[in-house]
């Protein structure tokens, strides 16, 4: 039973991370509200594929013109998603009947399944909120803490037998995963306010070190009113430079925090320098991107790589944080 839980954890990371990037894609093709409605789309759980069959789909649906490819798009990301949910919960069903085993985690898998109905709650506000950019984040935010509660699961099971048992990772590590997660946020907030590209220059915002027009009050409203259609977003310019500059600070403090971090693990060898510098792979592999994306302006490839990057980074210090508390008293 407990191998068959191992295999659920593993597939289950491996989705979540195609659901990551598939997110990402259908965000980037503008195909959020490629299905109007939820669960279905157009009122069916499959496209309708005949002339007639779309038309009447579409008088279902006056208010938002039928795209079959957006919403194809969108529909085989809820596909993959539903899959993902049924795996976690397989395997937290196989956690609670095998509790009695001592190498059986069970509370962990419990949350993950929580957090994935959450996720999925979130997918559907996604929709019928209009894409609202605190949703869109929280949804974003909601697949990436997926993915790494899985990938925590598995590093427990691969380190089982690994001298320490500390709980507790050393607090730079865990600084450093917090800083990281607020970065990602901001990726969030800047993707889902069409923020990408409002300083299309580099390094400096339109032609300026600061921005002199950025309108920080109206670009960090968290809440607006419901009913409005969030879709190509609806803030005006200053506001969205100001979002992408801040993105851009927070870039460079997470940089060169996450480069000091990997650079001090690297240093002590062992299980802890391989962690640090998978850390430091992953995180030179996504500067390079975010710089792409900006002077390549927003190419589809480069922007939905950023967020499959992002995912990967997120996961090496989930893996050095994980290493870090398993390892630290023996190589600190």
Known sequence: MYTWYVRCCYAACLIALCVVMLGA?????????????????????????????????????????????????????????????????????????????P??????????????????????????????????????LGGLTTAALLFWLILDHRRRNAGGSSPRAAPIAVAGLAILVCQIALGGWTSSNYAALACPDLPTCGGQWWPADADFAEGFVMWRGLGVDYEFGVLDAPARVAIHFTHRLGAIVTALFLGFLAVSFLRRGGPLGLAG????????????????????????????????????????MVNLNHAAARYRHVHA
């Not at 093709?29 to 038309?55: F, S």
């Not at 279902?60 to 539903?82: C, N, S, V």
């Not at 390079?288 to 090496?316: D, I, K, M, Q, Y």
């Open 25 to 101: 894609w259908v965000r980037l093709t503008d195909a959020g509200l490629g299905c109007p409605d939820w669960p279905g789309c157009y009122g069916e759980l499959v496209l309708p594929g005949d002339a007639a069959a779309r038309a009447e789909a579409q008088a279902a649906f006056p208010q938002r013109e039928l795209d079959a490819g957006k919403a194809w798009r969108e529909m085989i990301h809820r596909y993959l998603a539903t899959t993902l949910g049924m795996l976690i919960m397989g395997a937290a069903g196989l956690a609670w009947r095998n509790r009695r085993d």
């Open 277 to 316: 510098a998978l850390v430091a792979a992953a995180l030179t592999a996504q500067v390079l991107l975010g710089l792409s994306v900006v002077w390549f302006g927003l190419p589809l490839t480069l922007a939905t790589a950023h967020n499959g990057v992002a995912a990967l980074l997120l996961l090496s």
């Open 103 to 140: 190498q059986q985690p069970v509370v962990l898998p419990v949350i993950l399944l929580g957090t994935v109905i959450f996720q999925g709650l979130l997918g559907m506000w996604t929709v019928t909120l209009l894409l609202k950019p605190l949703i869109v984040m929280a949804h974003l």
